[in-house]
């Protein structure tokens, strides 16, 4: 079965970091761009991030430019994003997804295979 | 950055009857050279991530049912829900993949 599971999310305070994690099965995690996208409580869907291939491309919204890292081990069949210096607006539940055309030369691209997500909550 | 605004915000529907959620995007997102529309719709249920369920605008993806389809090129675009079924209680969004920031539009929830 094609899927995507996230994991890594929690409670942090601001300022503090955490590290999520997508670990892929049923498909080749280095055949496609990958994108992390999240959702804040109540609020509709935000692209964060995303990755080509080989990982040699990686784009950011504005938001999270300088404090999120976004990496992949395609050995491990997995996805990483690296949040730093969290405020409050980070809070969300974080999906990582999968473009859904594979060898694309663009991260432009729909999303067809999402994880279920994982909850990180910035809060004193 | 490409503003994708959808809607209405909500709308009630009797089952059996059509859907039709709007979006508007602030900028052309059909790519002349590839006569693509770079624009997706997502259905999303409660506690559950996105689903796809239409790319280039109007191309259902593999498994969603017939009564859903896409259409529109440019700036406009229509998602209809032909004979709305229970199941189809949702929030629906656009999305623009014409270039980055990827955007998706605020979303409009389905109810019966």
Known sequence: EVQLVESGGGLVQPGGSLRLSCTASGFALRDHWMT??????GKGLEWVANMNQDGNEKYYVDSVEGRFTVSR????NSLYLQMNSLKDADTAVYFCA????????????AFDIWGLGTRVTVSP | DIVMTQSP???AVSLGERATINCKSSQNVFYSSHNKNYLAWYQQKPGQPPKLLIYWASTRESGVPDRFSGSGSGTDF???IRSLQAED?????????????LTFGQGTKVEI
Do not use: F, H, M
């Open chain 1, 36 to 41: 992390w996208v999240r959702q804040a409580p």
């Open chain 1, 73 to 76: 081990d395609n050995a491990k």
């Open chain 1, 98 to 109: 999968r473009g859904k055309v594979p060898y694309s030369a663009s991260g432009e691209d």
């Open chain 2, 9 to 11: 915000d909500s709308l």
């Open chain 2, 78 to 80: 229509t998602l209809t």
């Open chain 2, 89 to 101: 209680v949702a929030v629906y969004y656009c999305q623009q993949y014409y270039t980055i920031p």
